[in-house]
């Protein structure tokens, strides 16, 4: 893919210290995430000197912040972890289940991050294990991958949850597999239903722990009568669950899970122009059939919609659900192995989609480039002073 002509790092240069200084609503991990962004692979992080292993050649790299709201941060980071996964994987078809909260509870998502998308994550997990466990659905032990996302396309705020589902799972009492009964692995209006009840049932408990902050948007809410009002109106909207088919086995997975894992709220290749005030960016009009549309919007508002995604220190954004859980995982799978047969054995092609990234080539001769010791900012500024007088 080519580099971009735009970066989100380039907007935080030209912009970044005047939206800080308009807006001090701004957290201490907003404003961490910002300045790390803006200082990504530039001298400020240090870098390293490579030199070409066959001719004379040497170039500057600069160190990234590894940052995982950064756009340029994520593909190293990705393959790591889909490394890893793959090995995890079963030769069976999976299913992408998708949970969305409703719009409405945008507010209390933006004041109440860390509670609002972790009852987001435990809610729509229990939703799929005990639909899953009910005899008349799946009868099985299911287990998957659930990964958080914030925003949508227009980068407003669309908190949803993408799971990554095995077709099938464990009997009670774990002597055998279960298959799919149909195409549609779980029926998404009950899906639907029970995610809604258990979410509005975890959300009154966090009001009566006194969990929840209202901001100054939403003062009525903080009174216990207005709140069990709110809540009854959301208990009778239709809450939105969607399900894929399955898509296929190991490598297809591999290859989907890469889609989703380590997403930023937007990437760089989306950026189209910025004049100095505005920024036009690529977005997809999921409501209008997908089709691409362009959007401009001042660089202020784009800065407030890129912070509201940016999630709590050390809140963990994909996780592991039934008997993928950490606990049992790897007796799970050695278990799920035995009962697939050989047919759960990796596939041959899957690895290859993981393969380490090749070695950095010289522009000159084609030569490996051997990366050098790791420099401060100062010792790198005087090195490529030296560099470019030579």
Known sequence: MSRPTLEVADLLREQGD?????????NYQQLSVLRAIRRCRTAALGGHVDR???C???AVSYNSCRNRHCPKCQAQARQRWLAKQERELLDVPY?????????????????????????????SAATMLEVAANPKRLGAQIGFISILHTWGQNLLLHPHIHCLVPAGGFS???????RPKYAFFLPVDVLSCVFREKFIDGLKKAFRRGKLMF????PEL??????????NSLGRQKWVVYAKPAFGGPTQVIRYLGRYTHRVAISNHRLLAFDGENVTFRWKDYAHGGRQ?????????????FTQHILPRGFVRIRQFGYLANTRRAASLALAGEFLGAGSEQDPTCSRQNDAPAAWRCPRCNGEMLIGPNLSAQELTSLCGRLDSS
């Open 18 to 26: 005047r939206f800080i200084d308009r807006s001090p609503w701004l």
């Open 52 to 54: 070409c292993s066959r």
């Open 56 to 58: 004379s050649h040497q």
């Open 95 to 123: 299913f992408h289940v998708v949970f969305t909260l409703p719009h409405e509870l945008n507010a209390l998502c933006r004041r109440n991050a860390r509670v609002m998308y972790d009852l987001l994550f435990h809610a």
């Open 172 to 178: 009670a009492d774990h002597k055998r597999w279960v």
């Open 215 to 218: 901001s100054a948007t939403l």
């Open 222 to 231: 903080s009174a216990r009568k207005t709140f069990l009002a709110f809540l």
């Open 293 to 305: 549309r362009k959007m401009t919007i001042a660089a202020d508002e784009f800065f407030r919609r």
